[in-house]
């Protein structure tokens, strides 16, 4: 492409992004489509000859983007949404026209530097010595597999290898066991209570069985902020119980460990520092574009151990003394250069205004929270943890079996996700169907809360009219079918 048509493109993409951006308040939170109408406009067989790269994006943006979560949107309160800055955007930009593979030193030392100075601001947000360091890493599930790699390599490879984590763990925990060598029926799941932490002494009665019958305890998950209630394992007596036993303990904080920046983050994740990996996600926290993981080990030696090899033709890259490759630290060898968004970010706007950002977060969900204690028609359903309240419709006055208190939830969340300027998602909570609201943007205020809360309100005084209710022996009031 000529210097003036790659201009035009490139210009009228950012047009189009910063107008996205611009009207994302107004515009609906999500949207998509059948695959039978998107196989009909986009399915065709490569063409033989171009066409116009204007006409391309046109009907990229036209028929493909905008259907999809808008995971930014100020209402956009399900899963754990990405709200990510500017200058993350157009750093990834930048990183895809000079097109850097931060591999190995030689092949771009100035990223990797950036990588140096981004892993060494979370090392010391999580309180390690200066013997940790680590890498980023595409998102949590990466983060997790090389964490349980470098745990095993650290045992010394046992034959017959157990992991535990809590039932409330995310599913990439358990991915990243089967992909680390330990068999599905080797992977303990260990109870929770009802604030949805582990317990510790169920932990440990699950690993004197598993050595009596000769297996090897390699690797304790805990949560720092589930993705399902927020919940905060027991950090300090999970450390406490992991160090005299000789078993890594990895500490799941995809979402939850930037948390850390704030005073009142530190204090709830107190114990963090004595895990012997932590994984990180800022594309979710931390406002950046995807992929922008990260996983930081108490000794980042044990990553070299896993995974450096040697090297054939890519002995070159060998450089100098004291001149890391990232691709000895983990499994991939052709990496973005994730560290360069995070810190154009850091740089922009300093972190005073990234830490506002997170306690603005935790402040917003708090008052949610007590906005659904207050409402008559909604019922908290766990305590608030960190961005995360999960709540439902049931009204105080009035009595309804637990199928249709699903049923109505259920007619609710349909409605938002067809027919509302919001986005809500659902989880079980001990098995009880609940609607989820997790808070993280940067860009959403009390009004885009306060709206949502009364959607929902709206939303459940409709069903709940419309439901078949009457009263019978079998029906039970919410305080007594509450989780909590």
Not at 332 to 349: E, P
Not at 438 to 451: E, G, S
Not at 461 to 484: G, I, N, V
């Amino acid at each position: 492409m000529t210097p003036q048509a790659m201009r035009r493109l490139a210009d009228r993409a950012t047009e189009i992004l910063i107008e996205r951006i611009d009207g994302l308040g107004e515009a609906n939170a999500w949207d998509g489509e059948f695959r039978a109408v998107l196989e009909q406009q986009l399915g065709a067989p490569p063409p033989e000859n171009g066409r116009p790269a204007e006409d391309v994006l046109e009907q990229v943006v036209r028929d493909v983007l905008p259907f999809a979560a808008r995971l930014d949107h100020p209402r956009f309160f399900g899963f754990i949404p990405s709200s990510p800055t500017w200058p993350g955007v157009v750093a990834d930009f930048l990183a895809s026209g000079f097109n850097i593979n931060s591999c190995t030193w030689l092949v771009s030392s100035g990223t990797g530097q950036l990588e140096l100075s981004v892993t060494d601001w979370m090392r010391g947000w999580i309180g390690y010595p200066e013997t940790a360091g680590g890498l980023l890493t595409s998102g949590g599930s990466a983060a997790s597999v090389e964490a349980l790699v470098a745990a095993r390599e650290a045992a010394g490879h046992p034959e017959r290898p157990t992991v535990y984590m809590s039932d409330q763990g995310h599913s990439a925990l358990k991915r990243a066991a089967l992909i680390a060598g330990v068999r599905r029926e080797r992977i303990r799941l260990v109870p929770t209570g009802d604030d949805f932490r582990l317990h510790v002494h169920e932990l440990a009665r699950l690993v004197e069985k598993d050595r009596d019958d000769g297996l090897c305890p390699v690797a304790v998950c805990a949560n720092a902020g589930t993705a399902s209630t927020g919940a905060i394992d027991p950090l300090m007596a999970m450390a406490d119980f992991c160090e005299p036993e000789g078993i890594w303990l990895h500490i799941d904080a995809a979402y939850g460990g930037f948390a850390l920046v704030t005073e009142e983050g530190r204090e709830r994740l107190n114990g963090i520092e004595r895990a012997d990996s932590v994984g990180l996600d800022a594309h979710k926290w931390f406002f950046q574009p995807y992929e922008a993981g990260a996983l930081i080990v108490k000794d980042e030696r044990h990553l070299e151990n896993a995974f450096s090899i040697g090297e054939d033709v890519l002995q070159d890259t060998i450089w100098g003394a004291n001149h890391p490759n990232f691709a000895n630290r983990g499994q991939q060898l052709s990496r973005a250069a994730r560290a360069l968004k995070i810190w154009m970010s850091v740089q922009t706007f300093g972190m005073a205004r990234f830490r506002a950002a997170i306690q603005q977060g935790l402040d917003l969900a708090r008052r949610a929270g007590a906005r659904v204690e207050e409402n008559p028609i909604l019922e908290l359903m766990t305590p608030v943890s960190l961005g995360i309240v999960c709540f439902r419709v049931n009204p105080a006055d009035r009595s309804c079996t637990e199928d249709t208190l699903e049923k109505i939830n259920r007619q609710v969340l349909a409605h938002v996700f067809w027919d509302e300027l919001a986005f809500l998602s659902s989880t079980s909570v001990k098995g009880v169907f609940a609607l989820r609201m997790c808070i993280l943007n940067h860009t959403t205020a009390w009004d885009d809360v306060h709206r949502t809360l009364e959607m929902i309100t709206r939303l459940g005084t409709q069903a709940l009219e419309t439901a078949d209710s009457p009263s019978d022996p079998a029906r039970t009031h919410r305080t007594e079918s509450s989780p909590k």
